[in-house]
């Protein structure tokens, strides 16, 4: 799924952040980066999602070469991939709700659908009774999981968090990380960037080492994962209330992307 | 395309969030506008007066100065009246001319009495149509012994110069405010923009198109063109009517009645506000959209 290929990363004023990187990313991995502050793991997920260029070398993400993608592609290519920045980014005049359903809007899906939807993935990550809060309202660890409620919202099928587990209580990591794993078990890949290597230890899957701009560590691979069918969180979801459930309950996550992804496409065929 | 409601609601909600900048631009939109206004309004009264001071359908037609007088009567007079579009034509002799020039001049002209007149014999015709003036004029100095046919009234060629230049002046009002309003309101735009850098930069992460980013932003500056477009309509039309009320006892032509324009006037200048307002946030746009995640924040 990616692919990245004697890839080195020099930015403008001199930094030397990456240095002839080359990793292999298989469909359907959850994959732990770890490495020293300023190692440039942060550099590298945004290699991914072309926030930034290589200076050298090719990244290829879905067998596609992102390093000569033109502009306009890069959009969609973002859409695929669901990103929870180690800052959370959240915007602080909107509530809970609307951060979380930006992400949708952004890619014009229909109002109705965007309901749905965000209800239901903050009952995945337990905040639906947030929902009309605004961030600064709630503790580190609650933005952290609207972030990650916002990277969910649309389905993509790679999820790139960058130390998502930085500003809370093992226990709650340790959460965040279960419910990772349930999503990677539904084939979406996933990348985590993380300095708790308690964390890593506590998962079977493969970690990446970065340190100075190199790959110093790969535990390679994991073993093939057998794709289970949905079956995310169902507390989170019992939860939630009755109309909302039986919303929901017809509309599996890919069908709602599916319906979104189709909005958009129509609209720039026929509306515009 | 879907989504265009929420887009719109965002484009209004920043020209309100951003009240102060919003306000500064629309006085300076309408105040540009109202310039505008006022010279295309000077240039139209300009040319409605040139127009009628034009009327003056005479012209004098100038013989060789060799003609006599007899031949003038006998032969030229005649062929001239043959030119279409004529209705009247006058013989006026050159000592009719003389006494003409020395009762406004006095008698600076007495020598030129008599053998010494050197003004020729001519004619006072008068046209039908006006349009058809040049056509007529030809005609006429293709009649044999015409030496010249006299311009249009002095008066008129002034004013028609006058209005070239009131037209000229104009043009350049129009293009020098057109950009500095350009400018404003791309400013106040940007303002916005850096005001909202950061949800830029996650509409961006997210997957929105250039499109998707770009649209509330434009719609922001063609609401403030629009509001800046009705405000200096409602003015204009209120001075100007003032304006003619108080000048219309001093001033005898016929001026253009407001009423008569307030339709184009409107609808030229919200036009106008929108395209520049619309132009504005694309310029600043523009930058933003190139840029990626921590370019926008500046970290
Ligand atoms: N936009 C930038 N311009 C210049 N240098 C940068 C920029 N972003 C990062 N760097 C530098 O590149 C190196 C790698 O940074 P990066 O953010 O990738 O590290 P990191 O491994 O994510 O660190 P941390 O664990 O603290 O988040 C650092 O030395 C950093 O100072
Ligand atoms: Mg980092």
Known sequence: MIQFK???????????????????IDKGEFVFIVGASGSGKSTFLKLIMKE????????????????????????????????????????????????????????????????????????LVGLKDKA???????????????????????????????????NIDPEMSFEIIELLNEINKQGTTIIVVTHEHELVQKFKNRVIEINDGKVTGDSGATAEKTVVPIKINQESLAELPKEIKEEIADVSADEINEEALKAINEGEADDL | MRGIGYLFKEGIKSVWNNRMMSLASIGVLVSCLLITGAAVLLSMNVNSVVESVGKENQVTVFLNDNVKELEAVMEIGPEIRKVDNISDCVFFSKEEAIAELQDELGNLFAELQGENNPLPHAFHVTMVDLSQYDETVKSIMQVEGV????????????????????TQI??????VLGIISLFIISNSVRMTMYSRRFEISIMKSVGATDWFVRVPFVIEGVVLGVISG????????????????????????????????????????????????????????GRYLKMEGGEILGW
């Open chain 2, 147 to 166: 030496y010249k046919v006299s311009d249009r009234s002095e008066v008129a060629e002034k004013l028609t110069s006058l209005n070239e230049l009131v």
């Open chain 1, 6 to 24: 004697n890839v080195s990363k020099t930015y403008p004023n001199g930094t030397k952040a990456l240095s002839n990187i080359n990793i292999n």
């Open chain 1, 52 to 123: 930034e260029q290589p200076t050298e070398g090719e990244i290829f993400v879905n067998d596609v070469n992102i390093t000569s993608m033109k502009r306009r592609k890069v959009p969609y290519l973002r859409r695929t991939m669901g990103i929870v920045f180690q800052d959370f980014r959240l915007i602080d005049k909107m509530s809970v709700f609307d951060n979380v359903a930006f992400a949708m809007r952004v890619i014009g899906a229909r109002p109705k659908a965007v309901k749905r939807r965000v209800l239901y993935i903050l009952g």
């Open chain 2, 170 to 175: 104009g043009l350049w009002i129009v293009v």
């Open chain 1, 132 to 166: 009309d809060c605004r961030p600064a309202e709630l503790s580190g660890g609650e933005q952290q999981r609207v972030s990650l409620a916002r990277a969910l919202v649309n389905n993509p099928s790679l999820i790139i968090a960058d130390e998502p587990t930085g």
């Open chain 2, 230 to 285: 009705v405000i200096a309509s409602g003015i204009i039309a209120f001075l100007y009517e003032a304006l003619i009320a108080a000048v219309q006892y001093i001033i005898p032509f016929s001026e253009i009645i407001y009423s008569t324009v307030a339709l184009k006037m409107t609808l030229s200048f919200v036009v106008l506000g929108m395209v520049i307002g619309a132009a504005g946030s694309a310029i600043s746009i």
